[in-house]
Each structure stands twice: as C-alpha cells, then as structure tokens.
C-alpha cells in the first residue's frame, strides 16, 4: 500500500517530485497493487486529440485490488456496513470475506446472463449493499458499468441507457426515501419501452412492493444468485480498458458519458484517498454521496475498498428520521471519516444545535466537504459542531471528469482554509488563466481553471463522442484541460473555486445544464422559449431560475408553473425542478437572436445595479418588464 505523506514538508517534496519527475512518481504509486503484468510505459499524452493513455500495457483487474489481496490479512475486517432508511431496520454489515462471496457470484450472474467483457451494464438501484456488489462485479468481469442515479427520471434513464447501448439492467423493486417508498423497478419498465438493447433485466427484492415480471427479460436477483458457484476468476483487464461510464450534464446538449478506464483511475484515487483522509486500520468512515454520482464511485466504493478501510452505505437521507440522523448515524457506528456535501450541512445547520445535542461525535477525527463551494459560515458550523474544533476539515475540489479529487488539503498535514479548497495533490498541475487563455503567475490572481498536465485518474473521451470530449474540455485553451470553474489563487498560493463560468448550474451539489433544462421546460405545450439561470440559494447554493414565455394560454400563472414543474420532474427529474418560474413576454436577446443571460442572471440574483448596456438589444423595454416582474426583491 502507498506509503502516506505525514508532514507539510514532505507534502511540498512529493509535489516537487511528482512535477519533475511524474514517471518515476506515479510508477512508484503504481507499484504498491496487484498488477498481472506490469506496465511498459507510464505515460503517453496529449491535450490535443486528446490521448491520454497511463500504465501502458499493465494488465490488471481492479477487484483483485479492491478485495482479493486484502483476504489473507484482512478477510474478517467489515468491508461494507449499511445503514439503512429506517434506524429500526438491522444494519448489514460484509466482511471482505462476504464481499469477495457476493461479488463473485454476482459476476458469475452477470455472465449466466450473457454479459462480456465491454458490454454495458446499467445499475438502477437505491444505496443498498447490492448496488456496489454489482458495480465491482462488473468489474470482476470487464463489463462497463453506468450507473444511474436513482432520481432521475425514465426518460433520463432511457436516454443514457440507448447512448451507450446497454444489454443488461439491474434495478430493485422500489426504494425507500425518508418516510416514502417509491418504485423503481416501473421506471425501469417505462424506459426500456424505447430501448431495443436491453435484453435482460435483474430485479433485486428490497421493498416487496409488487412488480411485473416480463417473461424471457426479468429475473430475480436471489433466484439468480442461487443458481452459481461462488468463485470468479477475476478478467484480465488492460490498463486501458474502459472501467466505466457515468453521465454528467454540460453546458450544452445532453448529459455526456464520462469515460474512466482501469490503472490510472485505481492508483489515482487510491492515492488521493489515502493522502487526503488519512484512514487508519480502525477507521470508520462514511462518505454520505450516493453511488449514481462520481463521488460515490470513487470515494464511497473503489477508493476505501482498494484502502481495505471500512466503508459506509447509508440509504437514507439527512432529514429522515429528523434532523438529528447524521449525528446518530456517527454515534451508532463511531465514524472516524464523515464526509458530505456543503448543501447538506447547510440544510441541518437551519434546524439549530438541538439536532446536535444527544450525540456524542467523539469518534470523529476527519471532516470532508465536496460538490460545490462550502460558504465560510457552513464551514465554521462544521468544525465547531460537528468537529468540536477537533477535526480538520478536507474541502475537496474536484469533477466527474476527473475522476478524483485534484484540490483539497491532506487532513492533519497541509493547513486548511475556510471555504478554500488549498493545494492541489502531488501530480497535480492547475493554471490559471484569463479569457484569452494567458497564464495568470503569481499569488493573488482570479481566473478560469486549467490543467496542464495529466493525473492518472483523468476523463479519457466521453462515449461514442471523442470530438466532444475534445471540444468541451480541450479546445477552449490550446494544450490545457478546462474545469469550466473560475478560480483565485491568494496571496498565500491557495486555491479558491468561484463556481462555473458556463452554463451549468450546481444546484444541491448536483450539476444542471441549463440548456437541459431549458429544453425540458419547453416540452411544455403552453411554452414558446425559456432561458435558465442559477441563482445564489440559502441551502441548495445555487437555485433554478427560469423565464418562460407562454403565448396564447388560457391558464393562470400559478397553474403554469405547477404544470412545468412536473414537466420537468418527469422529463429530467425531481432534482432539476425550477426554484422560480418566472412568465414574461420577451427575453432579451441580441440582434442576432441570442440571449443576454448576464441580464438574466442579475435579475436572478436580485441585483440589477449592473445590467450594462441594454440599448443594443433588438427589445430594451422586455427588460424593464423582467424587472417589473421579478420574483425576488431587487437591488437597484
Ligand atoms: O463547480 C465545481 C463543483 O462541482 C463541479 C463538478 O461537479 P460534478 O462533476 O458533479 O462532481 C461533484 C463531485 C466531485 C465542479 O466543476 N465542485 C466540486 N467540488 C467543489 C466544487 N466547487 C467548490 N468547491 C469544491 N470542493
């Protein structure tokens, strides 16, 4: 296993090695794992086509370090322990023993069901055990997985599963949710009606609501699971290969299919894991993502197992039984690592301290952050209420597309900075730059972020679309990686993000193109045009705006934004519903039919003291009537 930085000064010599010398950096990383033959290369790259190719020719499988090699010595530790909606339901807990158990004849139901190495499985699932069974199992047997958060709608499933042309779902019956419960299973159903690749379909029973079997297509899980053997050789994977597919929304067209591939991704988030959170054998820790988002994949699943840490599944939600269950939840299985998003803090943060009062939280050593900007006073509410003052706080920047966190400080180790998410790791290399793509040197500069060198762990291409992977992040700035985030850089070398500077909107920690949106909203029959902005929001931080123009309906303005709403709910999903719906006549647009989003978004945010010049629109006075009907209180 890598050997962890433990002091400041050994951090700044592992990042002056990694920048003079990556090779030798990452191939000692690299040489702590299981390897079936170990790589001629390190590295091959460019930012141009992109190709970006780590650990050439390893051949390896990812399960085999995320479960075998930790049998001998290790097989009895807790691997997984779920935690479940309910705190009167049992906890589960798997060994690394079971684990290896499940996955194996998972994999081995996989391939009763004709799935290959390359073949796409898609996991519709809620956060039971399961769901990472079935990911690793993908794994064990080369499939790619996509997994697909749970919330999303039929027709976003649909979407994702005919882009990448799935030949195998897993779901479950339903999904509880605080005090609901809520089919899946018939979301499944629904979307496959337009799906001709999918052949097969695994239901897991988790809430006994009744579901339609379609004969020759549905099996159950558990039938399945009776009918293999319990060993799996593992596939003999290329570095290379595709590991999976996760879908993420852009600033343009449907949400892309973000391609991670095998080596690199395992060494990069093993290594960022363990620098970052410093886990310790006895170590609890609990990252509270869901597994349909990226951090889910690694920091939840890949990154603790390869650690042989213990990891949590929690299935519930913050609120659920009350506010209080984050901090029961620590309590009950004494968590060392908690590790959530600032939306959620913010969100328990407005119920006050009493929440807080029956927990002990003295397990806790380590704090994580990620998702979005962590405002300064969220995060000293953190530290004080939930670390007691005790636990430094890792505020981890990073993107589906980078597979893991590139920015943030290493717990204990390298100094921590309200709502800074610090210094980039070892091996990573940001840049700063200004419109035109010139580097921004120096300490106290703002600007757009860049990379300039690849990590291990870095998007490959989006799926069945390498040009518009090369498009959105490797055209915008000749030879960089663009995050899409502005940044500041201060005056002590610390980074900052400010947020996106394109059309997405990060809403919850969830990102949202505002173009997906749009295009959603404007099924609805009464709707002729909208625009989307985000808006600064208490809890979620960033809101949905949208300014929709109706012509010749007949309903009342408070019937149109229900009615859009659920358009929106069902085309996208609940998470994409608008916040503020605003009707107006016109949007501001140039001559050339553009609109002028920068208006739009100051109206959004109630500040319209700044709107620039508006003469050149082809309609000046829409905006005077955006003002006049604005849903927020303006400041002038
Ligand atoms: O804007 C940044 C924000 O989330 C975006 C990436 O979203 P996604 O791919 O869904 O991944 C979220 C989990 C890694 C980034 O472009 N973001 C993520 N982490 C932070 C952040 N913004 C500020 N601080 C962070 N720690």
């Known amino acids: 296993m890598s050997t962890k930085i433990k002091t400041f000064v050994e951090y700044q010599q592992q990042y002056e090695l990694s920048i003079s010398n990556p090779e030798a950096f990452w191939a000692d990383k690299a040489d702590s794992f299981v390897w079936r033959k170990k790589w001629d290369k390190v590295l091959e790259w460019n930012f141009e086509d992109p190709n970006i190719q780590w650990f050439i020719n390893g051949k390896l499988n990812i399960t085999e370090n995320c479960i075998d090699r930790h049998l001998s010595t290790k097989g009895d530790k807790t691997a997984i322990i779920w935690e479940p909606n309910n705190p009167d339901t049992p906890v589960r807990k798997l060994t690394y023993n079971e684990l290896y158990l499940e996955v194996s004849k998972f994999a081995n139901v996989l391939k009763n069901n004709n799935v290959k190495k390359g073949d796409r499985v898609c996991l519709y699932m809620p956060m039971v055990p399961e769901l990472a069974i079935a990911v690793l199992a993908c794994a064990r047997i080369g499939a790619i997985h996509s997994v697909v958060f749970a919330g999303f709608s039929s027709n976003s499933l649909a979407d994702r599963i005919k882009d990448s042309k799935v030949s195998l779902v897993v779901t479950s019956d339903g999904a509880y949710r605080g005090n609901k419960s809520m089919g899946i299973k018939k979301i499944v159903d629904e979307a496959i009606v337009s799906c001709p690749t999918v052949e097969k379909v695994i239901v897991y029973q988790h809430t006994n609501e009744p579901v339609h079997l379609v004969e020759g297509r549905d099996v159950w899980w558990t039938e399945e699971m009776n009918k293999v053997s319990s060993t799996c050789e593992p596939e003999i994977m290329d570095s290379e290969d595709p590991l999976f597919i996760l879908y993420t929304s852009g600033s343009t ?216 992977c090369r498009q959105n992040y490797f055209s915008t700035y000749k030879g960089l990686y663009f995050t899409g985030d502005g940044c500041r850089r201060d005056e002590d070398g610390y980074y900052r993000i400010l947020g996106r500077v394109d059309d997405v909107i990060n809403v919850s920690g969830h990102r949202m193109g505002t173009a997906e949106v749009e295009n959603a909203i404007n099924e609805h029959d009464d709707v002729i045009e909208s625009a989307v902005v985000g808006y600064p929001h208490d809890i979620k931080g960033q809101g949905i705006y949208a300014f929709v123009i109706c012509d010749n309906t007949t309903k009342n303005v408070e019937t149109l934004r229900v009615e859009i709403t659920n358009v929106v709910a069902k085309i996208i999903g609940p998470i994409a519903k608008p916040d503020r719906i605003q009707v107006v006549r016109g949007l501001p647009k140039t001559r050339s039919g553009k609109i002028m989003r920068r208006i739009l978004r100051k109206v959004a945010e109630g500040d319209i003291s700044s709107l620039g010049d508006t003469s050149t629109l082809l309609d000046p006075t829409v905006v005077d009537d955006i003002i006049k009907g604005a849903l927020v209180p303006l400041k002038a």
């Open 253 to 468: 067209g449907t949400p892309k299919g973000v391609l991670h591939t095998t080596g690199g991704y395992m060494v990069y988030v093993d290594y960022s894991f363990q620098n970052i959170f410093q886990v310790e054998d006895n170590s609890v820790y609990w990252c509270t993502a869901d597994i349909g988002w990226i951090t889910g994949h690694s920091y939840l699943t890949y990154a603790p197992l390869l650690a042989g840490a213990t990891t949590i599944i929690f299935e519930g939600v913050p609120t659920f039984p009350d506010a209080s269950r984050f901090w029961q939840v620590i309590d009950k299985h004494n968590v060392t690592h908690f590790y959530t998003a600032p939306t959620a803090i913010r969100s328990l943060m407005s119920f006050g301290l009493e929440p807080l009062e029956n927990s002990k939280l003295d397990s806790l050593k380590v704090l994580g952050s990620v998702g979005e900007p962590i405002n300064e006073e969220a995060w000293h509410w953190y530290h004080n209420h939930v670390g007691k003052g005790n636990c430094p706080i890792v505020d981890t920047w990073w993107q589906t597309e980078t597979g893991g966190i590139l920015i943030s400080p290493l717990a204990g180790i390298t100094p921590t900075k309200p709502s800074y998410a610090t210094l980039p790791l070892p091996g990573v290399q940001p840049i700063i730059v200004d419109t035109d793509g010139n580097e921004l040197l120096g300490n106290n500069v703002e600007g757009n972020l860049c990379m300039k060198f690849p990590w291990p762990s870095i998007i490959r291409t989006t799926y069945g679309d390498h040009e518009r």
